[in-house]
């Protein structure tokens, strides 16, 4: 059996996730990088990595995935890194219970049903490292947003509890909060919004065209954008670390988050948030 530490990482098919998993492999830990489709699975074979199909929106595809990575380590998971996700933009008022459905399944539910899976083999082997991908829109909501922030919101604190629970199990509980960060994640949340967003009939039609823009324009990155590699970094402290943070702040824009919502009331962090 492979003795190196062994690493599952969700969402490796390109941005954070696939970064993670490189960046970790070349540290020495042994990567499982899942992907949510076979074929992105079968590219990163091809790049040398073992590869389980994992779809958190498939209760099946999470045992199955997990027990492919305990059956070749021989029955030990050290960490886990939770980071598959995706957006569907939109009013709040215009996301149907359908929508919001979808994506509380992938985003939150699929993560806990992973997670709770993955806890018995680290308490059964004494230790074990948990880290969540959130989001400064785990912090501080925006508009236009509303699904995404309240998965994010809903996993700040069932993270929160959870490592207030595993205290003492040797098992560590981190949050990894990026803000502008290059990725698909726009790209990918296209095909969301057209299936579930009827902007056409929204009372808010005139106010989508700026959305519709940011979107569906291939613009250069934000000013405050940093390469997922910023993310990785992160990642090596939450996993190697004797004492891993509960939260890692990774761009200007979480660091200033975090910090406003502390010091401001809601109107004035509204306000802020209100104007960019």
């Not at 059956?71 to 919001?100: I, K, M, Q, S």
């Not at 997670?115 to 959130?134: E, K, L, Y």
């Not at 997922?228 to 090596?236: D, F, N, R």
Request: charged residues 25%; contains cysteine; proline residues 5%.
């Amino acid at each position: 059996m492979d003795t190196s530490r062994s690493l599952l990482v969700t969402g490796s098919s390109s941005g954070i996730g696939l970064t993670a998993a490189r960046h970790m492999r070349d540290r020495g830990w042994r990567v499982f990088a899942s992907c949510r489709a076979q074929e992105d699975c079968a590219r990163l074979r091809d790049e040398g990595f073992e590869a389980p199909r994992l779809d958190y929106a498939d209760p099946d595809s999470v045992a199955s995935g997990l027990d492919q990575v305990l059956e070749a380590t021989g029955g030990r998971l050290d960490a886990l890194y939770n980071n598959g996700a995706f957006a569907c933009p939109g009013a709040v008022e215009d996301l149907p219970r359908e929508a919001l459905r979808e994506i509380f399944e992938t985003n939150l539910f699929g993560w806990h049903d992973l997670t709770t899976r993955a806890i018995p083999v680290m308490r059964a082997q004494g230790h074990g490292r948990i880290v969540n991908c959130s989001s400064v829109l785990g912090l501080v909501g925006v508009k236009w947003r509303g699904a995404y922030v309240a998965t994010k919101f809903a996993l700040e604190g069932l993270s929160d509890v959870l490592r207030l629970e595993m205290a003492g199990s040797g098992i560590h509980v981190s949050l990894i909060e990026p803000g502008p960060v290059t990725s698909r994640i726009r790209a990918n949340s296209i095909p969301h919004f057209e299936r579930w967003v009827d902007w056409r009939n929204s009372a808010r039609r005139d106010e989508y065209e700026g959305l519709l823009h940011r979107l569906y324009e291939e613009r250069g990155p934000d000013r405050f954008e940093l390469p997922p590699e910023a993310v990785a970094e992160k990642l090596v402290h939450a996993l190697e670390a004797k004492r891993p943070r509960p939260r890692y702040y990774v761009t200007t824009p979480t660091y200033l988050s975090g910090t406003l919502r502390r010091l401001l009331s809601t109107r004035a962090l509204d306000w802020v948030v209100a104007r960019g």
